[in-house]
């Protein structure tokens, strides 16, 4: 039988970008000291958060200008840039800004519901405490809604056939991902709490290139 596959290629196209990264430099036990010692006022309940939860998401969502937030903050920049500059980003012709920073704090039992994040080209989750079992974050292709048929078995799992990705939580790790992407998390099922710092990323063209072409 004649190998009808032999001189053909198989394109993978439109693929999603997630960064899954370690941040060694920061210190966890005092990041996680600096939230829970955050003026109540600055905390509320978060209306994604299903279950016990506070946040400090549409009160005090400026951490990045906090000083005791500032390492974070530097490290996060460094795998921002790292991060767009793989996808293609030209950085020579706009400055990427963190705009808004803000700390969950979920108890057992509590999960994030599906979401996106508007008016952002790129946001993440940093763990700064994340028990065994406290709840992957889990990606929805964005693909998916569009498929009007599929196949009904698939033989192996392929970046064909993924229909969600999951990523575990461990304190130091940060993820990165378009704004645009849907995500969830799991039920926190560890009898601990949760504490992720999340935040939002713009792009700001520089003056001299507003007139120029973009991409698209």
């Given at each position: 039988m004649t190998d009808t596959?032999?001189?053909?290629?198989?394109?993978?196209?439109?693929p999603t970008g997630i960064l899954?990264?370690?941040?060694?430099?920061?210190?966890?036990?005092?990041?996680a000291r600096a939230i829970r010692s955050l003026p109540p006022a600055s905390t509320q309940a978060h209306g994604l958060i299903s279950g016990d939860g506070v946040s400090t998401y549409g009160t005090g969502h400026n951490l990045h200008k906090r000083p005791e937030f500032k390492t974070l903050v530097d490290a996060l920049g460094l795998r921002l840039t790292g991060f767009a500059r793989?996808?293609?980003a030209d950085l020579d012709r706009m400055n990427l800004?963190?705009?808004?920073?803000?700390?969950?704090i979920q108890?057992?039992?509590?999960?994030?519901?599906?979401?996106?994040h508007p008016n952002s080209i790129i946001s993440g989750a940093y763990y700064v405490e994340a028990p065994v079992n406290c709840g992957r974050i889990v990606f929805e292709s964005p693909l998916d809604s569009h498929r009007m048929t599929d196949f009904p078995y698939?033989?192996?799992?392929?970046?064909?056939a993924m229909k969600r990705y999951a990523v575990d939580?461990?304190?130091?790790?940060?993820?990165?991902?378009?704004?645009?992407?849907?995500?969830?998390?799991?039920?926190?099922?560890?009898?601990?709490?949760?504490?992720?710092?999340?935040?939002?990323?713009?792009?700001?063209?520089?003056?001299?290139?507003?007139e120029r072409p973009r991409a698209g």
């Amino acid at each position: 039988m004649t190998d009808t596959t032999a001189t053909a290629e198989l394109l993978s196209l439109f693929p999603t970008g997630i960064l899954v990264a370690s941040i060694p430099e920061v210190d966890n036990a005092a990041l996680a000291r600096a939230i829970r010692s955050l003026p109540p006022a600055s905390t509320q309940a978060h209306g994604l958060i299903s279950g016990d939860g506070v946040s400090t998401y549409g009160t005090g969502h400026n951490l990045h200008k906090r000083p005791e937030f500032k390492t974070l903050v530097d490290a996060l920049g460094l795998r921002l840039t790292g991060f767009a500059r793989e996808l293609g980003a030209d950085l020579d012709r706009m400055n990427l800004l963190m705009s808004d920073c803000w700390s969950n704090i979920q108890q057992p039992g509590s999960h994030v519901v599906q979401h996106r994040h508007p008016n952002s080209i790129i946001s993440g989750a940093y763990y700064v405490e994340a028990p065994v079992n406290c709840g992957r974050i889990v990606f929805e292709s964005p693909l998916d809604s569009h498929r009007m048929t599929d196949f009904p078995y698939y033989a192996r799992q392929t970046a064909f056939a993924m229909k969600r990705y999951a990523v575990d939580p461990v304190p130091g790790r940060v993820v990165l991902f378009p704004s645009w992407l849907s995500h969830r998390t799991e039920v926190n099922q560890s009898n601990a709490e949760r504490i992720v710092v999340s935040f939002n990323v713009s792009a700001h063209i520089t003056s001299a290139d507003r007139e120029r072409p973009r991409a698209g």
